[in-house]
């Protein structure tokens, strides 16, 4: 009267489905998370530390140079490819006056892990970070 028999094995074969319909998926979702977070983390890192370069130059002309490299250091340090990476200074109301404000944006595309490139380019995530750095009331003017 019992069907065990018929359906021997075939908790084994639901399980190998459930594995592959919802583990997979899942484990993709949180590989991407902790990609797109590494990159955050890296591009938020790099605005503090470049907005930091900029205000402690002595001109415009090596603070910009001096951003840009260390946005490209820092990037680097933590594993982002500083190739994909824009960097853009604005200060309010002049450079490097005292008083002023130095805001740095630091913005790069982060590739989705594991998929191949569509019409020519990679799959990515845009990551964003602003740095706003006030210089000192009571420094020289440069």
């Known amino acids: 009267m019992t ?5 021997r094995g075939s908790g084994l074969v639901e399980l190998t489905w459930l594995v592959v319909l919802l583990l997979v998926p899942l484990l993709y ?3 991407t998370v902790f990609e797109t977070q590494r990159a955050a983390y890296a591009v938020t890192s790099a605005s503090q530390a470049a907005g930091r370069a900029f205000a402690l130059a002595p001109d415009t002309a090596t603070a910009d ?13 933590q594993g982002v490819d500083s190739d994909r990476a824009a960097v853009s ?8 006056v005292p008083g002023s404000v130095v805001e740095v944006t630091v913005t790069t595309a982060v ?8 019409f020519g380019e990679q799959p990515s995530v845009s990551v964003s ?9 009571f420094q020289e003017s440069r």
């Open 3 to 7: 069907r065990a028999g018929d359906e």
């Open 65 to 77: 140079s001096r951003a840009r490299a260390t946005v490209e250091l820092t990037l680097a340090d």
């Open 129 to 137: 970070s602003t740095q706003l750095t006030p210089l000192g009331d």
């Open 111 to 118: 590739p989705l892990p594991l998929l191949p490139a569509m």
């Open 29 to 31: 979702v949180v590989l």
């Open 89 to 96: 200074t604005s200060c309010s109301p002049s450079c490097l």
